[in-house]
């Protein structure tokens, strides 16, 4: 009985040991630990103390371990092996992690190792779909059942050809061309009578995925209707492969981050403790883009020097009003993308949504445009100062309402990730808007002003 | 075999045929559909149509269909039903949706309806766990082996006490104080010899929660060990529950969605089509505890106000400082908050994130503002202008990169969601020293600039 370890510990006790000198005992200590925690703990070392490791673990312990590890993580461990010894873990190891692998090598050096290897087919042909697409996720289907078996034969058969199979629930029935017809779960061939047939207790009722699908569609297929596994049909509906619930948790927390990321600007790759080579242009370049949308902000707001030389006050104020603006215009679009991505809304929905928020916009510009209003006037004594900001800020609210449904919809119709470049657009929006909105006002209502 | 169905196409004919008052033609055509599919539909229609199709479902159909809804919906579609009719689907539930959908009742409407079921004390038992604890996402544990079982006496057991058992791939194995001393997965029974004793074939590495633990620490445990499924123990390690990875999908889900909103600064709760007094009040609160910290910012930018008006420009290049700052410091903000959140790191690691992301605010400051200070150089002909935009820039990417990591790691020290309220305070300082630096420094340096 375990509770889970506490890995900062344990990485502290392989550090010691492998400073100390025992790096058999270092592994003896990883190789105790469960297979997700070795590898946490391999992939934080330093590169010297992961060859060390390495190179005492044999290909079945480092099959297990690479078998826990995200894909990036795998490829740096994998350079400490040569090209003989890489092809002898990768044939330890399931085939779909095996093809995520050697997708991280250089093609010349992926085609060196498949080339040595004992199991390169099945492998090979894993890594012919897209990364993101439901054959680029999938493992190789288990050996499936005919509708004609009895439970008893089946028993026997899972018997013959279970005993290396990945830990599968359900169990697929093919006819006689390949063609995915049924599905019995394990949990039915056991309550079963031993002569009944597999026809009898298989259910007909299959959710499939095809090889191209989306693998964020196959996550929310999966969630939606709370499978635990999914088989995966090619364009002649035969059954090439099967996707567990276990990859898809992993798809949905890539997915989330990606989104999360997108919205803040970055590259949907940063990591928290990547080189600096790496994180430096992954955050310089959206730096950039929002320079020039800046500047263009900043141009607006000097139409106006005329105006701000003689009410300086309007200098201050006017970040209120595109600041709120953009806040706004950062809810509205952050709920439109989110409910876009887990398929909430779709972009047939932009009328009812702009409706909706153009009225949540009126109501909160109204509320937010009294308060700065009100505000103002107590803090500089002007009510005509209020009345400008007040309405100014009422308009750049129903502005980031217009942009915060509109331009997400235009990027997601364009095939663009919506998650991508709204905020940029959004705010260069109410940025504009806010700016030229109240210095407009003010410069024409400058005589009441001074 | 299934391709998923067109949700909208399927809605359209149920509301077709209530509409051509068929409502016997519209229940018959949604229970041909998969439970997951119908539920969605029933919680998409107005309330009248929910009426008539709900009055015409018997318990069994109606609880197979609210088992796939989420607990808001479960409890709006519940209100068509009267006390003894909503106790009786109950009973058909399994007990942690049951106690799901008690729980969103008022207290005494679910009391009155535990009254009248049969099987109400699990349910009870289950709504007595805080809603996002192990407990509060558990279902009750299945019936247990015993460890002297043979293999041919835990399927006869089986076929006794599983046939209503929810979809359960691990068995469970307890000693004689009810203690939880080991798993067997479902694989490992059928490919057992029948003499063999459960003893033998059970693995005593069981990874577990407590009924207390949080729900997405679970989330985490269960995504980074590859499990299918959790038992849940109480304070005397007693099996008392069993957590599935497909409630466990809902919660990251749930969590990275919350985490989104978060960060966009508003409710947690917020749904693309709520209605306008729900939406507007979650929304506004962000609102208006940004506009008071706009109105600090803007009043460190009034300081200036002479400043200002004897070279106005100053106002259109402040927001630059200002709002570039703020974009680097979501930058560094949200990959602490989310590498938080996928505990890829933890407090301990702030300083060396510190170290990281001063770095990198360097060289992106260094970068950025040689371009600020070049372009405002060029476009307003003066070399100081550009100096002091270049160092205010550089300064305030340092602040930024302070600011990213601090507020998001003290929040989380004091035990609230770094998401929550790290926006607004950290872009409040990338406001006030954007302001403060750039107008401060022209202000020293004035007799350059006119």
Same mark, same amino acid.
């Given at each position: 009985m375990v509770d889970p370890i506490d890995i900062g510990t344990a990485r502290e006790q392989v550090l010691n040991l492998l400073e100390s000198n025992h790096p058999d005992d270092a592994v003896k200590f990883l190789m105790s630990l469960h297979p997700a925690d070795s590898a946490e703990i391999i992939t934080e070392l330093e590169s010297d103390d992961q060859a060390a490791l390495v190179e005492r673990l044999n290909s079945l312990e480092l099959a297990e371990v690479f078998g826990q590890m995200y894909e990036g993580d795998m490829a740096e461990v994998a350079q400490h092996l040569n090209t003989e010894d890489l092809a002898n873990v990768l044939d330890e190891m399931e085939a779909d992690t095996a093809a995520d692998l050697l997708g991280e090598l250089e093609p010349k050096e992926a085609a060196e190792v498949l080339e040595q290897m004992d199991e390169a087919v099945p492998v090979a042909s894993l890594m012919s779909? =897209?990364?993101?697409s439901a054959g680029g996720i999938m493992n190789l289907p288990p050996p499936s059942l005919r509708r004609y078996m009895t439970v008893a034969e089946a028993v026997i058969f899972l018997k013959q050809h279970y005993r290396? !199979?990945?830990? @599968?629930f359900y169990l697929y029935v093919l006819d006689r061309d390949d063609h995915l017809i049924g599905v019995v779960n394990l949990r039915a061939m056991i309550l !079963?009578? +031993?002569?009944? +047939?597999i026809d009898e207790i298989m259910s007909t009722t299959v959710i499939w995925a095809h090889v191209d699908t989306d693998q964020e569609e196959v996550a929310q297929m999966l969630s939606h209707y709370d499978l635990l596994a999914m088989p995966v049909v090619d364009a002649n509906e035969k059954l090439v492969g099967i996707i567990s619930v276990d990859d898809v948790v992993d798809v949905l927390e890539q997915e989330a981050t990606e989104d999360i990321y997108r919205l803040a600007q970055m590259?949907?790759?940063?990591? @928290?403790?990547? =080189?600096l080579r790496r994180a430096v242009p992954n955050r310089l370049f959206w730096l950039i883009v929002n320079l020039g949308t800046a500047f263009l902000a900043s141009g607006v707001a000097a139409m106006f020097e005329k105006t701000i030389a003689v009410v300086p006050v309007l200098a201050a104020l006017m970040t209120i009003v595109a600041g709120q603006g953009g806040n706004a215009a950062t809810q509205t679009m952050t709920i439109v993308i989110r409910s876009l991505a887990l398929g909430? @809304?779709?972009?047939?929905?932009a009328w009812p949504v702009l409706y909706n928020e153009f009225l949540i916009g009126l109501v909160d510009g109204l509320a937010i445009g009294t308060m700065v209003g009100v505000a103002a006037w107590l803090w500089k004594g002007s009510p005509m100062l209020g009345i400008i900001i007040s309405l100014s800020m009422l308009g750049n609210m129903l502005v980031a309402a217009f942009a915060g449904v509109l331009i997400p919809t235009v990027l997601k119709l364009a095939r663009?990730? =919506? !998650?991508?470049?709204s905020g940029v657009i959004v705010t260069t929006f109410t940025d504009c808007c806010g700016f030229g909105l109240f210095l407009g006002l003010a410069t024409y209502l400058i005589h009441w002003l001074v």
């Open positions: 779909y =897209p990364e993101d290396d !199979a990945s830990e @599968i !079963a009578e +031993t002569n009944q +047939t590259s949907e790759n940063s990591e @928290i403790f990547s =080189p909430e @809304i779709s972009v047939r929905d663009v990730d =919506p !998650a991508l470049a």
